[in-house]
């Protein structure tokens, strides 16, 4: 389980760490670490340079954590890092979301489709993560018929 720390931000929270590039006010980075579970709910995490680091000596041993500094985090900031990297974010209010319109043609068994980019607010957003909605990608018509 992970210790719990006093944070002057937030509170009582978990001790966590994480490379230093996810440091501050890092966004889109990429967030990798392994799942969480109930014992470790905040597993350290590192931007997606630390991982080719990580892959290109094997995984973290002392070769590699020797080109990626680790630092200490508490889970307000940890949480902060994770929706700041994992996602693409124009501020805090906006996410911007990728998605994809069909239209079929007549006539055809074939739909045409093009990729769009939406503006969502975070609430939105987030409770559109929440779902887990599987991506479209199959190009099925949106209209049978
Ligand atoms: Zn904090
Ligand atoms: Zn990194």
């Not at 769009?116 to 939105?124: A, M, Y």
Request: glycine content about 8%; hydrophobic content about 35%; aromatic content about 8%.
């Amino acid at each position: 389980m992970a210790n719990k720390i006093q944070c002057a931000a937030h509170g009582e929270s978990h001790e966590t760490f994480v490379y230093t590039h996810l440091l501050g006010e890092t966004v889109g980075l990429g967030f990798n670490r392994s799942e969480p579970t109930a014992e470790n709910p905040f597993p350290d995490a590192w931007c997606d340079d630390c991982e080719l680091i990580s892959a290109a000596h094997g995984g973290w041993n002392e070769q590699s954590e020797n080109l990626a500094k680790i630092s200490m985090l508490c889970s307000g900031s940890y949480e902060r890092a994770r929706i700041r990297n994992t996602r693409t974010s124009v501020n805090d209010e906006d996410f911007f979301v990728r998605g994809l319109i069909q239209l079929p043609i007549i006539g055809t068994a074939k739909s045409f489709c093009w990729g769009v980019r939406g503006s969502l607010s975070r609430d939105n957003f987030d409770s559109r993560i929440a779902l887990r909605t599987p991506s479209v990608s199959d190009c099925q018509p949106c209209f049978p018929g």
